[in-house]
């Protein structure tokens, strides 16, 4: 089975702090995923990479940045926390991004408050 | 621009009541539609899935068609359990391998 962690299941900050939140997919793949989960918003993309090194911006990626220097990890940074950004962060991964590849394996999330 | 709207929950039914939350979806093409579950404490994780017209995912006695007709992908199940408690979230992916997500639908199954 595929396997998703995330470094944390909830996390508290204060506002300015410089956030980490780790994610690890064990099954070699090569796409992966970090979502910000908010109620009645469902799921929206923060940022995306489809190889080691390569990101790619999503639908909201201002205050985050991210980092991927091995295939198994994908780490996103909150430079600044703020209280805007306390929310669900929700890490994926998927072997390809084509049928019948792109089955996306979640992690179990982080909950994250900036206080 | 590319969405999906779904039915706005909570939705709440008895054990073994029949199930329907709707799901359509404004894209450009055929994408292929999902049907991901999160449990109570969870992360999410595929329920079903459609990739072309016509198709029927089904798992876990939940089923959804896709209506190319109508741009729709309403999961169906026959009878609910209280184990189906969750939220229910319908996406697509679009023409740039996104995913695109719905709101959510809390269901709650009442024994």
């Known amino acids: 089975d595929v396997k998703v962690t995330q470094s944390s299941r909830y996390l508290v900050k204060r506002t300015g702090e410089k956030v980490f939140l780790e994610c690890v997919q064990d099954?070699?793949?090569?796409?992966m995923f970090w979502y910000r989960q908010d109620p009645g918003l469902g799921l929206r993309l923060i940022y995306f990479s489809y190889d080691v090194k390569m990101k790619e911006k999503g639908d909201i990626p201002e205050g985050y940045s991210v980092s991927r220097e091995k295939k198994e990890r994908f780490s996103l940074i909150l430079e600044s926390a703020s209280t805007n950004q306390t929310s669900m962060y929700l890490c994926a991964s998927s072997l390809g991004l084509a049928i019948p590849y792109n089955e996306q394996f979640f992690g179990p999330g982080t909950r994250l408050t900036v206080l | 621009g590319d969405s999906v709207t779904q039915m706005e929950g909570p939705v709440t039914l008895s054990e073994e009541a029949f199930l329907t939350i709707n799901c359509t979806y404004t894209?450009?093409?055929?994408?292929?539609l999902f049907w991901y579950v999160q449990y109570p404490g969870e992360g999410l994780q595929l329920l079903l899935k459609a990739t072309k017209a016509d198709d029927k995912g089904s798992n876990k006695g939940f089923e959804a068609t896709y209506r190319k007709e109508t741009t729709s992908f309403h999961l169906e199940k026959g009878s609910v359990q209280v184990s189906d408690s969750a939220v229910y979230f319908c996406a697509f992916m679009d023409s740039n391998y996104q995913l695109i997500w719905g709101a959510g639908t809390k269901l709650i199954i009442k024994p």
């Open positions: 099954m070699d793949h090569e796409n």
């Open positions: 894209a450009t093409g055929y994408p292929s």
